[in-house]
């Protein structure tokens, strides 16, 4: 089991960008895929972006193109890079994990999940 901490939402203008982070306690940080998701006021909680242990990427097509997860293994971290931001991609944005995770859009295939960081998108 791990705990994640996201922090980097804000409010950004339509067309800019924002840095997603979630750090992770524990020592096996390394072994674990994690995925990005969100939930937009009034919808349901979808998929965003996810990276296996081994580092594959996965990504949901609204995303493809315009958002970056990665990791850096040595600090506990995971990122998601975020440019070409729409107001449709206001939600909250969860960080979640998996040990030995291969970087799955199931919801079901990840067992931590952190508090949620807010991203606001302006027209």
């Known amino acids: 089991q791990v705990q994640l901490v996201e922090s980097g939402g804000g409010l950004v203008q339509a067309g800019g960008s924002l840095r997603l982070t979630c750090a992770a306690s524990g020592r096996t940080f390394s072994s674990y895929g994690m995925g990005w998701f969100r939930q937009a006021p009034g919808k349901e909680r979808e998929f965003v972006a996810a990276l296996s242990w081994t580092s594959s990427t996965n990504y949901a097509n609204s995303v493809k193109g315009r958002f970056t997860i990665s990791r850096d293994n040595a600090k506990n971290t995971v990122y998601l890079q975020m440019s070409s931001l729409k107001p449709e991609d206001t939600a909250v944005y969860y960080c979640?994990?998996?040990?030995w995770g291969y970087g799955s859009s199931l919801e079901a295939q990840y067992y931590d999940w952190g508090q949620g960081t807010q991203v606001t998108v302006s027209s």
């Open positions: 979640a994990a998996a040990q």
